[in-house]
C-alpha cells in the first residue's frame, strides 16, 4: 500500500504540475515533453491499483 501511495503522489504531481516539463528544459530535452503523457497516466493507473489492492488485503500482506 505504500509503493502504491508514494508511486502516486509522485507521478501525479508529475502529471499535474510542471516538473517535469521544467526538468526536461533544463536538461535540453524538452522535445519529449509531449510523450510524457503516454507514459505518466498508464504509470499512474498501475500505482493507483497497487494501493487498491494494498489497501483491501491490509496492513498483514496475507
Known amino acids: ?6 508511486g502516486g503522489v509522485i507521478t501525479a ?7 517535469l516539463v521544467w526538468l526536461f528544459t533544463i536538461l535540453g530535452i524538452s ?4 510523450y510524457l503523457d503516454y507514459v505518466l497516466f498508464p ?8 494501493w487498491v489492492i494494498g489497501f ?7
Open 1 to 6: 500500500m505504500k509503493v502504491g501511495a508514494i
Open 13 to 19: 504531481l508529475c502529471c499535474f504540475t510542471p516538473v
Open 31 to 34: 522535445a519529449l515533453v509531449g
Open 43 to 50: 504509470l499512474l493507473a498501475v500505482f493507483m491499483i497497487l
Open 56 to 62: 483491501f488485503r491490509g496492513p498483514s500482506g496475507n
